[in-house]
């Protein structure tokens, strides 16, 4: 075997450029976010950074709307705390219930499965949402220990109601599991009123906070389910009666936490507390209609009815003979701006445009609008 000690060849910098983040995420950090995340490192047994892990928590409940003591942030990205709510609630042959119209909803099911779940799964076409028939039915046919739903389909842009849908899940001792990876701080998300079981979200979406750290809720009953399982959580990572005992009063080791990442989110979510809730839902809902009417004046039209449209992520129908990959290029390489092409069955069909947490603003929705004014010669 040869060893090689050779420098490689290209040691320069890259530039990297400013860009509009406005595609399914990661949207645009708050630079007051970035700034916090460049002073020194702390130990992550050290009393401020514990401190810090603290306030966090407290932030993220009021964020996730809840009381729930376990909430904390997973080391990973949303895909992580997807994992994590599914790998420590799923035992193998549990039946789960996994309501799919759209990409994330493909993935949760996919999960559950390779945690042995037995997994049922109802669809719905992409951009559309289930009824409270739609799961009553679902769930007469046979009992489920988890239902899952998508709140916000990053991947089609509907909204999922989640009103009532806890009542049916919970009269047969089920738990429910939400996917609020594109709703959380962008839209109410209401764990407790709606009583949520587990919910997750991402730091790159709504929170406008480089990706890393996951937002992550368990109600006392998702709790008391991890405390009586017959087998250990299959994964050591996201275990989170480890995970929990780093976060809690034993502050026990279980990994070395994502330090910048934490005075990222810390960052954020103050910055989520300083606006208040109500004010950042209003301010989400206000750009995407500005947005709404904006693309309706270019004559665009929107995959999802406006009934069940998410403000957060907005899917647009490619005009007839309007290149996809060429006009998201130009967006990109000539006015700095990215959206993004549809996935799954949506590709080539779709665009993608995100007006997340701190994008949520009257600057960026008028320069894509001008943007695609010009490339669409219109
Ligand atoms: C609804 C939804 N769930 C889960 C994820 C996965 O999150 P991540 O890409 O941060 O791992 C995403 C990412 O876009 C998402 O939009």
Same mark, same amino acid.
């Given at each position: 075997?040869?060893?090689?000690?050779?420098?490689?060849?290209?040691?320069?910098?890259?530039?990297?450029?400013?860009?509009?983040?406005?595609?399914?995420?990661?949207?645009?950090?708050?630079?007051?976010?970035?700034?916090?995340?460049?002073?020194?490192?702390?130990?992550?047994?050290?009393?401020?950074?514990?401190?810090?892990?603290?306030?966090?928590?407290?932030?993220?409940?009021?964020?996730?709307?809840?009381?729930?003591?376990?909430?904390?942030?997973?080391?990973?990205?949303?895909?992580?705390?997807?994992?994590?709510?599914?790998?420590?609630?799923?035992?193998?042959?549990?039946?789960?219930?996994?309501?799919?119209?759209?990409?994330?909803?493909?993935?949760?099911?996919?999960?559950?499965?390779?945690?042995?779940?037995?997994?049922?799964?109802?669809?719905?076409?992409?951009?559309?949402?289930?009824?409270?028939?739609?799961?009553?039915?679902?769930?007469?046919?046979?009992?489920?220990?988890?239902?899952?739903?998508?709140?916000?389909?990053?991947?089609?842009?509907?909204?999922?109601?989640?009103?009532?849908?806890?009542? =049916?899940?919970?009269?047969?001792? !089920? #738990?429910? $599991?939400?996917?609020? /990876?594109?709703?959380?701080?962008? *839209? @109410?998300?209401?764990?407790?009123?709606?009583?949520?079981?587990?919910?997750?979200?991402?730091?790159?979406?709504?929170?406008?906070?480089?990706?890393?750290?996951?937002?992550?809720?368990?109600?006392?009953?998702?709790?008391?389910?991890?405390?009586?399982?017959?087998?250990?959580?299959?994964?050591?990572?996201?275990?989170?009666?480890?995970?929990?005992?780093?976060?809690?009063?034993?502050?026990?080791?279980?990994?070395?936490?994502?330090?910048?990442?934490?005075?990222?989110?810390?960052?954020?979510?103050?910055?989520?507390?300083?606006?208040?809730?109500?004010?950042?839902?209003?301010?989400?809902?206000?750009?995407?209609?500005? =947005?709404?009417?904006?693309?309706? !004046? #270019?004559? $665009?039209?929107?995959? /999802?009815?406006?009934?069940?449209? *998410? @403000?957060?992520?907005?899917?647009?129908?490619?005009?007839?003979?309007?290149?996809?990959?060429?006009?998201?290029?130009?967006?990109?390489?000539?006015?700095?701006?990215?959206?993004?092409?549809?996935?799954?069955?949506?590709?080539?069909?779709?665009?993608?445009?995100?007006?997340?947490?701190?994008?949520?603003?009257?600057?960026?929705?008028?320069?894509?609008?001008?943007?695609?004014?010009?490339?669409?010669?219109?």
């Amino acid at each position: 075997m040869t060893h090689t000690r050779e420098i490689p060849r290209d040691t320069t910098d890259l530039d990297i450029p400013n860009r509009l983040l406005l595609g399914p995420g990661p949207s645009n950090a708050d630079p007051r976010v970035l700034q916090k995340m460049s002073v020194p490192l702390l130990g992550h047994l050290d009393p401020v950074f514990l401190t810090l892990m603290n306030r966090i928590q407290e932030l993220l409940r009021y964020t996730f709307e809840t009381t729930n003591p376990l909430t904390l942030a997973v080391p990973g990205t949303g895909t992580a705390a997807m994992e994590a709510a599914v790998a420590n609630l799923v035992e193998p042959g549990d039946r789960v219930l996994v309501c799919v119209n759209g990409y994330f909803g493909m993935r949760i099911s996919e999960m559950a499965r390779r945690y042995g779940a037995d997994v049922r799964v109802i669809s719905k076409p992409w951009g559309q949402v289930f009824s409270l028939d739609d799961i009553r039915q679902a769930l007469a046919a046979r009992q489920e220990k988890l239902v899952a739903l998508v709140h916000a389909e990053t991947s089609t842009g509907a909204l999922q109601p989640l009103e009532g849908i806890a009542d =049916l899940v919970h009269a047969q001792d !089920g #738990l429910l $599991l939400v996917d609020a /990876v594109t709703s959380l701080g962008g *839209l @109410p998300v209401s764990v407790d009123r709606l009583e949520v079981d587990a919910c997750y979200s991402g730091a790159q979406k709504n929170l406008s906070c480089p990706p890393g750290l996951s937002p992550l809720t368990f109600s006392p009953a998702a709790e008391a389910r991890l405390q009586n399982r017959h087998s250990p959580v299959t994964s050591f990572y996201l275990d989170l009666t480890l995970l929990g005992k780093y976060w809690g009063a034993e502050r026990q080791y279980h990994h070395t936490a994502p330090i910048s990442t934490a005075y990222g989110l810390f960052a954020a979510l103050r910055l989520v507390a300083e606006e208040g809730l109500e004010q950042r839902w209003e301010r989400h809902r206000f750009f995407a209609r500005r =947005l709404w009417e904006g693309l309706q !004046g #270019l004559g $665009l039209e929107f995959h /999802v009815p406006e009934a069940h449209r *998410l @403000p957060t992520l907005t899917t647009v129908c490619i005009p007839q003979g309007v290149d996809d990959l060429l006009t998201r290029q130009k967006l990109l390489q000539e006015y700095g701006i990215e959206i993004g092409g549809g996935l799954g069955e949506l590709k080539g069909k779709v665009w993608r445009i995100g007006l997340m947490g701190y994008n949520a603003r009257q600057e960026s929705v008028d320069r894509l609008l001008d943007a695609l004014r010009f490339l669409l010669g219109k």
